[in-house]
């Protein structure tokens, strides 16, 4: 990584770039949170942040340290409950949900809840919280996270937040909303999105430094690959100021 930003750095202005202005987007627990102040502050103030205990269109000028912390309805539309947040995103009116997962597949299903067998696993982990729910309802989910072999593997231990399932049509089989799934994935080697027709991950850009060669080296699956590699452009000047100094002074998520 440059001695010039962390590598959380980096995954968090990469994060920032795909959250548009004007659009709503969950917010969850740490980097995405990070994310979505950054963009209000560069290029989205119109961005309307959702979180599941209940504040919406909040301002983010201090750094909330969970969903449920006050300073997630600090000058915000809309002060409610998790009831009304899940039922806003069933009814289609969230637009993006931020992710994190300890494993992804090919279809981009996420697990949070066990590694190995879920009734005598490995290693227990946090659970679904609210993941299940943004990612069965909002129209376009991303998912941000480390990328290694052991993360993303051919097949994930359990679905937690479901992806495309098991591919083409699965999602509106199992009675999900049509037009809905995984849009892109963010990792600390790239951003990655998903092919149209068999809605497998295909790789999109690779991160300052970093070769395809690399990206497939630590993927544990074939990873489709889009007509053009891009490279993504390093966090600028002002984003990392703003990042340091505004958004997260005391590198509780951004390291220092």
């Known amino acids: 990584m440059s001695d010039k930003y962390t590598s959380n750095e980096l995954l968090i202005c990469l994060a920032s770039r795909v959250m548009e202005d004007g659009t709503t987007a969950f917010i969850g627990t740490g980097i995405p949170m990070l994310a979505a102040s950054l963009a209000q502050a560069m290029h989205a103030p119109n961005l309307v942040a959702v979180f599941e205990f209940g504040g919406t269109g909040a301002i ?19 002060a409610s409950g998790i009831c009304d947040i899940m039922e806003t995103s069933q009814r ?11 494993q992804i597949d090919p279809y981009g299903n996420l697990n949070s809840t066990a590694i190995g067998d879920v009734l005598k696993p490995k290693v227990r982990l946090p659970g679904s919280g609210g993941g ?4 069965s309802c909002s129209w376009r989910t991303i998912a941000i996270m ?20 098991a591919g083409p049509g699965a999602r509106e089989e199992a009675g999900l909303p049509g037009g809905t799934g995984p849009y892109r994935v963010v990792t600390s080697l790239a951003v990655m999105g998903y092919d149209d027709e068999t809605k497998r991950m295909k790789l999109l850009s690779t991160n300052p ?3 395809v060669e690399q990206v497939i080296e630590h993927t544990g699956f ?14 600028a000047d002002k984003e990392l100021k ?9 590198g509780l998520y951004r390291g220092k």
Not at 132 to 135: A, E, K, L, R, S
Not at 242 to 250: A, G, H, N, S, T
């Open 60 to 78: 983010l000028e201090k750094l909330p340290l969970a969903v449920g912390d006050m300073r997630t309805y600090n000058k915000a539309l809309h």
């Open 92 to 102: 289609g009116f969230i637009e993006y949900g931020f992710l994190g997962g300890a």
């Open 132 to 135: 299940n729910d943004v990612g």
């Open 146 to 165: 480390p990328h290694d072999k052991r993360r993303f593997v051919e097949k994930v231990d359990f679905i937690t937040t479901p992806g495309f399932l």
């Open 209 to 211: 430094g970093v070769t």
């Open 222 to 235: 074939e990873l489709l690959m889009a007509d053009r590699i891009e490279t993504n452009p390093p966090p």
């Open 242 to 250: 703003i990042l340091r100094e505004k958004v997260d002074p005391d």
